[in-house]
């Protein structure tokens, strides 16, 4: 199993771009909520892009550092960065700690798609310093509700290629679910002061964030055409999603965080 959406595929910087411009505005809300400080460690896991590194760094300047790890770097290196922000090609599942005693450790969709995800938690969480914050930001992709639509047709086709796109995802061994577990899942691991908070908006056609489904569908574009879809579907499908007669709620981003536990049992 693998990463469905390979980093070296032209779409890559059309999906980073609609995350930053969709999504950071509220992460960055979120990560504030922590308490991010001057003088912080930071470690920004999957880091895409790396806006959210650079802010981070900017955030934790004077004193402060940021690592941000990527298993393909190559993107966030086209972007210049602070000097506190370290840039690092590292696998989360796999590679020696980057490091430890962190004081916030941030992740957004990159669990998701990881099979090991529950494994990736627990060494995310050792990771960090007791008091430290872990900051998880999922998708729930199981709530796309299509707002508007020029026909019923085109409904029924935006669910079909959605719950084609989404299959792959779980061949992958993604979870599309994963969003909703998560607050569960810290709970369980021991950590403490748990809590989150949901950011959705409406997509219409021609927009800029219905640009992720572009780029999504347009990766995968050779295995729905082997699972069934026709050109014409496909066609059909891109038109689409430039039509502003057609709104589709936007992926349901929940984010979760929760504190190590200032002294453990045990300890
Ligand atoms: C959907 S993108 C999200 C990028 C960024 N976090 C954001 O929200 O804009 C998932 C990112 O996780 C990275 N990734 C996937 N598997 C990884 C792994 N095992 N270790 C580290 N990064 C990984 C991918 O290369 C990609 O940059």
Redesign the pocket.
């Given at each position: 199993m693998s990463?469905l959406?390979d980093?070296a595929a032209d779409q890559t910087p059309d999906r980073?771009s609609v995350?930053?411009a969709r999504y950071d505005s509220f992460s960055k809300e979120q990560l504030n909520l922590t308490g991010l400080d001057p003088g912080w460690r930071c470690l920004e896991?999957?880091?895409?892009?790396g806006s959210l590194g650079n802010w981070l760094g900017e955030r934790v300047a004077p004193g402060g550092e940021v690592t941000v790890?990527?298993?393909?770097p190559r993107w966030a290196k086209t972007r210049p960065r602070p000097a506190n922000v370290r840039l690092v090609r590292?696998?989360?599942?796999r590679d020696p700690a980057p490091g430890d005693g962190y004081d916030l450790v941030h992740a957004?969709?990159?669990l998701l798609?990881?099979p090991e995800r529950l494994r990736v938690l627990d060494r995310l969480v050792r990771m960090l310093r007791p008091g430290g914050w872990l900051v998880l930001e999922e998708f729930d992709c199981g709530w796309t509700p299509v707002l508007a639509t020029p026909d019923e047709g085109a409904t029924a086709l935006f669910e079909r290629v959605h719950a084609a796109l989404m299959g792959l995802l779980e061949q992958a061994g993604a979870e599309p679910l994963w969003g909703r577990r998560v607050l569960g899942t810290m709970m369980r691991a021991g950590l403490h002061e748990v809590t989150a908070a949901t950011y959705a908006e409406a997509w219409q056609g021609g927009g800029e964030g219905i640009g992720l489904h572009r780029a999504n569908v347009g990766q995968v574009a050779a295995r729905l055409r082997e699972s069934g879809f026709g050109e014409h579907d496909l066609k059909r499908f891109s038109a689409l999603l430039d039509d502003p007669a057609f709104v589709v709620n936007s992926y349901p981003m929940i984010s979760t965080r929760g504190r190590r536990p200032r002294q453990e049992a045990g300890r």
């Open positions: 990463y959406f980093n980073f995350l930053e896991v999957g880091g895409g892009g790890t990527d298993i393909e590292h696998d989360i599942t957004r969709l990159v798609h990881l």
